[in-house]
């Protein structure tokens, strides 16, 4: 008796799957069944092969095929086109306020277009599927173009705020920002097949009045989507919101009704107990940002309570940052940090396990984002938001535990094929909807023009001949 064979568009053959599913399998010799955007199976490969007639098949025998990564703290805009223009020896104010808002004030439209898109080249090619905007600084039009084009997923949104009279350029009354907010909404609310949504996003920090920041959790709850800011990186935010409230930041956005399971709160350093107890109640979000943590010198390895976030039942995702702050945006990088820094911090090897760094870069970031039934692990049913990486280089050999050679022993370098909702936007290592080069002139081209236009002067140590 033959039994029928299913069509599906791509079988992904004898690959050492870690799927990520709620049994954390690695499948050895694994293949993963994808047609259209879904996952349609996921197990060994010789039964695959007797269940699918795929149209096409990828030999994955020197790859580990892992769930895309989930990075929750990007900006698109502002900063990819000046990365690393900022010296790296400004406090934190003066970082922010001398040189990175100018610099934000300086994007044109196309510049904000290429912004986007380099950075998400950058992404995709270490294996990043999905990411948490921080907010487009102003031209969101050119930001989602640039996304769609490339075939990335994101949540993203226009960056408001109403306190800081500073820059002119983007000053914006309470009810100006919520209109914005509700535009923007609008706007961007399924585009893609649903890879791009527009979230409710306030800068956060000590930008927002009250009332900007209850429209905004009004919004979020209206449209079902996310609210996210920044919070607490830096004394600033507690010294801040003490000054104004009497309360700590955490406890003033639980007294407003803003501190809610829809709630993405990135940063989070200089907290206190009482302020993890409410997020835990309320079951908001934290964001840890390692590799700015480490740039920006937030003392994150000195007060952090990442450790014990966790340990509470915290949902902690990771993050990068701004191209000015984390650089890179490499999120293997930033899980090794995750996994490394509180080791050292409290000499104790068992904090934080590769293991949990690993969730955090997928599952937990899944959740965090609101999309824990549609992305983070290998599983049918699922989006196909895949990663294979090439385990015939030498940081991958000898192979014993993949989950410590992804964690402590790779980076995105070894990143070969990604998909993204079924389509192949990475494959041997190039992206294969844009034209790279192209890009990358432009991005050099477009941030030279910025640094004119701001007039700051470019900081190098040393004499450049
Ligand atoms: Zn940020």
Same mark, same amino acid.
């Given at each position: 008796?033959?039994?029928?064979?299913?069509?599906?568009?791509?079988?992904?053959?004898?690959?050492?799957?870690?799927?990520?599913?709620?049994?954390?399998?690695?499948?050895? $010799?694994?293949?993963?069944? @994808?047609?259209?955007?879904?996952?349609?199976?996921?197990?060994?490969?010789?039964?695959?092969?007797?269940?699918?007639?795929?149209?096409?098949?990828?030999?994955?025998? $020197?790859?580990?095929?892992?769930?895309?990564? @989930?990075?929750?703290?990007?900006?698109?805009?502002?900063?990819?086109?000046?990365?690393?223009?900022?010296?790296?020896?400004?406090?934190?104010?003066?970082?922010?306020?001398?040189?990175?808002?100018?610099?934000?004030?300086?994007?044109?439209?196309?510049?904000? +277009?290429?912004?986007?898109?380099?950075?998400?080249?950058?992404?995709?090619?270490?294996?990043?599927?999905?990411?948490?905007?921080?907010?487009?600084?102003?031209?969101?039009?050119?930001?989602?173009?640039?996304?769609?084009?490339?075939? @990335?997923?994101?949540?993203?949104?226009?960056?408001?705020?109403?306190?800081?009279?500073?820059?002119?350029? +983007?000053?914006?009354?309470?009810?100006?920002?919520?209109?914005?907010?509700?535009?923007?909404?609008?706007?961007?609310?399924?585009?893609?097949?649903?890879?791009?949504?527009?979230?409710?996003?306030?800068?956060?920090?000590?930008?927002?009045?009250?009332?900007?920041?209850?429209?905004?959790?009004?919004?979020?709850?209206?449209?079902?989507?996310?609210?996210?800011?920044?919070?607490?990186?830096?004394?600033?935010?507690?010294?801040?919101?003490?000054?104004?409230?009497?309360?700590?930041? @955490?406890?003033?956005?639980?007294?407003?009704?803003?501190?809610?399971?829809?709630?993405?709160?990135?940063?989070?350093?200089?907290?206190?107990?009482?302020?993890?107890?409410?997020?835990?109640?309320?079951?908001?979000?934290?964001?840890?940002?390692?590799?700015?943590?480490?740039?920006?010198?937030?003392?994150?390895?000195?007060?952090?309570?990442?450790?014990?976030?966790?340990?509470?039942?915290?949902?902690?995702?990771?993050?990068?940052?701004?191209?000015?702050?984390?650089?890179?945006?490499?999120?293997?990088?930033?899980? +090794?940090?995750?996994?490394?820094?509180?080791?050292?911090?409290?000499?104790?090897?068992?904090?934080?396990?590769?293991?949990?760094?690993?969730?955090?870069?997928?599952?937990?970031?899944?959740?965090?984002?609101?999309?824990?039934?549609?992305?983070?692990?290998?599983?049918?049913?699922?989006?196909?938001?895949?990663?294979?990486?090439?385990?015939?280089?030498?940081?991958?050999?000898?192979?014993?535990?993949?989950?410590?050679?992804?964690?402590?022993?790779?980076?995105?370098?070894?990143?070969?094929?990604?998909?993204? $909702?079924?389509?192949?936007?990475?494959?041997?290592?190039?992206?294969?909807?844009?034209?790279?080069?192209?890009? +990358?002139?432009?991005?050099?081209?477009?941030?030279?023009?910025?640094?004119?236009?701001?007039?700051?002067?470019?900081?190098?140590?040393?004499?450049?001949?």
């Amino acid at each position: 008796m033959t039994t029928e064979l299913r069509h599906i568009d791509l079988l992904i053959a004898h690959g050492l799957l870690v799927t990520m599913d709620s049994e954390r399998r690695i499948i050895t $010799d694994g293949a993963l069944a @994808i047609t259209g955007d879904r996952i349609l199976d996921v197990g060994k490969t010789h039964e695959l092969q007797t269940r699918y007639e795929p149209r096409r098949t990828i030999d994955a025998s $020197d790859k580990v095929v892992m769930p895309g990564l @989930i990075n929750c703290h990007v900006h698109c805009t502002g900063e990819p086109l000046t990365k690393g223009f900022v010296p790296d020896d400004t406090p934190f104010e003066e970082n922010v306020f001398k040189w990175l808002c100018p610099i934000y004030a300086a994007h044109e439209p196309d510049d904000e +277009y290429v912004s986007a898109m380099l950075i998400a080249i950058e992404m995709l090619k270490t294996g990043t599927t999905c990411f948490l905007e921080a907010g487009t600084v102003r031209f969101v039009d050119h930001v989602v173009r640039a996304l769609t084009e490339i075939g @990335i997923r994101a949540r993203i949104g226009r960056w408001v705020w109403d306190i800081p009279p500073e820059p002119r350029v +983007y000053r914006q009354t309470t009810d100006e920002a919520i209109r914005h907010l509700e535009d923007t909404l609008q706007r961007f609310r399924r585009q893609a097949n649903g890879r791009i949504q527009a979230w409710s996003m306030i800068i956060g920090h000590t930008t927002c009045s009250d009332a900007l920041m209850r429209a905004a959790k009004r919004l979020a709850d209206e449209y079902e989507v996310g609210l996210n800011m920044h919070m607490s990186p830096a004394a600033m935010d507690p010294e801040g919101f003490l000054k104004r409230t009497g309360h700590r930041p @955490i406890e003033h956005l639980a007294s407003l009704g803003v501190l809610d399971r829809n709630v993405v709160l990135v940063h989070m350093v200089h907290v206190d107990e009482n302020e993890l107890r409410l997020v835990k109640q309320k079951e908001a979000h934290i964001v840890h940002c390692p590799t700015t943590a480490l740039k920006v010198a937030y003392g994150v390895t000195q007060i952090g309570k990442f450790p014990e976030m966790l340990a509470l039942g915290i949902n902690v995702a990771l993050g990068c940052d701004g191209s000015n702050a984390a650089n890179s945006m490499d999120m293997l990088r930033a899980t +090794y940090l995750a996994a490394g820094l509180f080791k050292d911090a409290r000499r104790d090897p068992t904090v934080i396990p590769a293991e949990t760094a690993l969730e955090m870069a997928t599952v937990n970031g899944a959740r965090a984002m609101l999309l824990e039934n549609e992305i983070g692990s290998l599983e049918a049913g699922k989006k196909a938001d895949v990663v294979l990486l090439d385990r015939s280089r030498p940081e991958w050999v000898p192979l014993h535990n993949v989950v410590n050679s992804l964690v402590y022993s790779t980076d995105g370098r070894s990143v070969d094929t990604v998909i993204v $909702d079924g389509d192949i936007v990475v494959e041997n290592g190039r992206c294969t909807r844009v034209d790279e080069q192209d890009i +990358y002139q432009r991005a050099q081209r477009a941030g030279q023009a910025i640094v004119a236009r701001t007039g700051l002067p470019r900081k190098m140590k040393w004499p450049v001949i």
